[in-house]
């Protein structure tokens, strides 16, 4: 069984991008530490590449916590002057829920699941902070948010009880379900309308798990554009399904591993729940913000 590295408690993550290569950094109150510029500077050797490294245990991990207290300030950037990837980029599953929120359930007219509805999303619609999607061109004009609170595995799990299976989460993250309305409804499977380029932006935090005890207790919104009261605004203490219940159910069927994704689903207020002479699909300009508590504000904009 993988082992979670006891050095990354209290640790927030990201990623930086830097000519379309993707590092790990590490958020403080002084700014980002970009992990690989301050190692080379104090001497520091095999330290972790990425984000996913350091999930792996991949190197020398144990020199986080170390440059989080004395990284040399020319490697420290503000949030604002950075460039971001997705926080993590390359998953061997990505896990979507949906209707996992009565009030969501309410408002699209479906019925709710005896069991946790999963379907899922592909590595090619990981996005990141502050960045785009195309789309102006797909085929399809029905284009909706899904904020979403996001789990991201840090060891192997097969038929983990729900008890123990927050200790399996590396950590949580801020993210959206982006959807193509018009194509997911078309058919019985909800893919086409899911897995589009770009369409999973997540970011731009990885909060490790033991800075969140309770993954019930975070308050869930979306805005668009300027707009100042939120679209969605719920707890995820209204979920149907927690957490730790996806993480042991997803569990007792597949094998999840280190670095995998778990979109927990959408609360109520997508615009696919609005009364049809009501609903404004999104369109290329808007910009979307998932904000999401403890795990800070994801933004995105359509082109």
Known sequence: MNKQPLNIHGI??????????????????????DVAAASKTLGITQFPLTVEDVIAGKGNVDILQELARRAPPETIHSESSVEYGPVVSNPSKIVCVGLNYRAHIAESGSIAPEFPDFFNKYNNSLNRHKGTINVSGLPAVMFDYESELVIIMGKTARNVPESDALAYVFGYAAGNDFSARDLQMRVSQWMTGKTSDGFAPLGPWLVSADQIPDPQTLQVQTFVNDEKVPRQDMNTSRMIFSCAHLVAYASSFMTLLPGDIIFTGTPSGVILGMPEEKRVWLKAGDQVRTVISKLGALHFTLV
Not at 18 to 30: A, M
Request: charged fraction near 20%; hydrophobic fraction near 30%.
């Open 12 to 33: 927030t993550l990201t990623t930086l991008r830097n000519r379309n290569v993707d590092n790990v950094g590490i958020r403080t109150s002084s700014g980002i530490i």
